[in-house]
């Protein structure tokens, strides 16, 4: 019964900033981390960020860090990735997830994640 749905993809010029939402449904979302991942074309998936059901965040990829932001509203179920002076490097299919559900409240992602949304696409261009 658990789902998550992103949102907030686009297109934007570079410098510009975008927010995505992930939004969980079918389970509370202080009882889940939640990372974010990109996958740019022809690359590997990578994970950017997570916050923990405490709200506690980790930032992992050295390329966003002072420039996104994760952060989440447990009343609307949501957690969210501010995306500042976008670079055409950041462009790529967002996606967040949950941890294994042994795991499922910790950011601990090394034996991959228990469930994925569908992604949303973001365009970096001129």
């Known amino acids: 019964q658990l789902q998550l749905v992103e949102s907030g993809g686009g297109v934007v010029q570079p410098g510009g900033s975008l927010r995505l939402s992930c939004e969980v449904s079918?389970?509370?979302?202080?009882?889940?981390?939640i990372a974010w991942y990109r996958q740019a074309p022809g690359k590997e998936r990578e994970i950017l960020s997570c916050i923990n059901s405490r709200g506690v965040r980790d930032t992992y990829a050295d390329s966003v860090k002072g420039r996104f932001t994760i952060s989440k509203d447990n009343d609307k179920n949501t957690v969210y990735l501010e995306m500042n002076s976008l670079k055409l490097q950041d462009r790529g299919v967002y996606y967040c997830?949950?941890?294994?559900?042994?795991?499922?409240?910790?950011?601990?992602?090394?034996?991959?994640?228990?469930?994925w949304g569908q992604g949303t696409q973001v365009t970096v261009s001129t």
């Open positions: 079918g389970a509370t979302l202080d009882n889940y981390a």
């Open positions: 997830a949950v941890p294994l559900s042994e795991v499922k409240q910790m950011c601990v992602f090394f034996r991959g994640a228990g469930l």
